[in-house]
């Protein structure tokens, strides 16, 4: 076993295998985000509210546990970094020199497929985002088609265009 302490201060006791196990686990946890948004994905477009509810729980969950793995590993790094003589807030790969060069392109590897893997969950969430918003329009659409009474559009503050149905209405006035 390779012990990058060999390299460091001698009281860190740090091996490249922890490091990669942390990158490991991260990768998995960006994997199953990516299948929570394909499923996301799957509930907007069969429009099934409840199922889409529990998957939103379920992705909600997923970011937090990949938020806690990338907190972790970014303490990890900025402890390596400031051993090595970098500035804390130093990219993994460019610490990478000071590993074993045999576990040099492993550790590339798995650095760009996380970076991939990030790249497609913000990709999928921008796409789910717009079809959810696509289909509230839709749906208003339709309801502003089969009771055009019930619906008015109005401006928010924003300027952006929203819908203000009746029953919205009733409890505003109530309210007031």
Known sequence: MV????????HTSF???DLLSLLRDE???YGGLVGLLNAQQQSILNRNPQS???????????IEASKILHKRREGFVSSLASNYGHPEDVALSEILEHFPSVTQ???HSIIEEI?????QIRKRIAQNGRLLS???DVTDQLLTVSDPASHSKTYSKTGDLSSLSLSKRASLNESA
């Open 15 to 17: 091996t490249w295998e």
């Open 3 to 10: 012990q990058l302490s060999q390299l460091q201060k001698p």
């Open 115 to 119: 970076n991939n893997l990030i790249t």
């Open 134 to 136: 696509r289909l509230t």
């Open 27 to 29: 990768l998995q946890e």
């Open 105 to 107: 392109p492993m550790f």
């Open 52 to 62: 889409l509810l529990e998957v939103n729980r379920s992705v909600q969950n997923q």
